[in-house]
T-cell receptor, first 113, second 114 residues
Framework: NAGVTQTPKFRVLKTGQSMTLLCAQD?????MYWYRQDPGMGLRLIHY???????AKGEVPDGYNVSRLKKQNFLLGLESAAPSQTSVYFC????????????FGDGTRLSIL | GENVEQHPSTLSVQEGDSAVIKCTYS??????FPWYKQELGKRPQLIID?????GEKKDQRIAVTLNKTAKHFSLHITETQPEDSAVYFC?????????????FGKGTHLIIQP
């Protein structure tokens, strides 16, 4: 039981390049989330999903897209990376969402040059 | 939307002493309040949470208190140990109980002095 697994762990991109971050959970959780963490800013919600085939915007969604084609996977895409997207990205999942803990992955450290 | 303020940003205490971290939230409909501990380069890990129908919750050396009227909640760590050194984040759910995500404070760097 691995919990929440994120790939890759590190990545360096050039401005304008695209990439996809993968989050996989093996806990059969319905709810999944993408956050970004910047120094001194805490964690901020980018997008979330309340079930397979659904996605919704969070606090800071601009420049990102997401997809949840399978219940266990939640993908975060950057279509045209910008230096402002340099951050650590965390995925989390929750069983029912309501009043339930969110379990985090190990994060992806992304640098945009 | 929900807004969470966390204080202090840095807290240094002597080993064995107690540490208290405080958070305030803006949305009176928030009903779920977790606390996470994050060590350098690691994932945030849930250490304790409290729901709005409870005023206090304890787990060994850790306790959380919630004052719904004042819209603030606090983390208390007693008998601090070196392994307690980390960044601690509070969060609030908003009316959705966290289903539509959590709003986090900016974190408290807790330093345990030997």
């Amino acid at each position: 039981n691995a919990g929440v697994t994120q790939t890759p762990k590190f990545r360096v991109l050039k401005t304008g390049q695209s990439m996809t971050l993968l989050c996989a959970q093996d806990m059969n959780h319905e709810y999944m989330y993408w956050y970004r963490q910047d120094p001194g800013m805490g964690l901020r919600l980018i997008h979330y999903s309340v079930g397979e085939g659904t996605t919704a915007k969070g606090e800071v969604p601009d420049g990102y897209n997401v997809s949840r084609l399978k219940k266990q996977n939640f993908l975060l895409g950057l279509e045209s990376a910008a230096p402002s997207q340099t951050s650590v990205y965390f995925c989390a999942s929750s069983s029912t969402g309501y009043n339930q803990p969110q379990h985090f992955g190990d994060g992806t450290r992304l640098s945009i040059l | 939307g929900e807004n969470v303020e966390q204080h202090p940003s840095t807290l240094s205490v002597q080993e064995g002493d107690s540490a208290v971290i405080k958070c305030t939230y803006s949305d009176s409909a928030s009903n779920y309040f977790p606390w996470y501990k994050q060590e350098l380069g690691k994932r945030p890990q849930l250490i304790i949470d409290i729901r709005s129908n409870v005023g206090e919750k304890k787990d060994q050396r850790i306790a959380v208190t919630l004052n719904k009227t004042a819209k603030h909640f606090s983390l208390h760590i007693t008998e601090t140990q070196p392994e307690d050194s980390a960044v601690y984040f509070c969060a609030a759910s908003g009316p959705g109980g966290g289903a539509d995500g959590l709003t986090f404070g900016k974190g408290t760097h807790l330093i345990i002095q030997p």
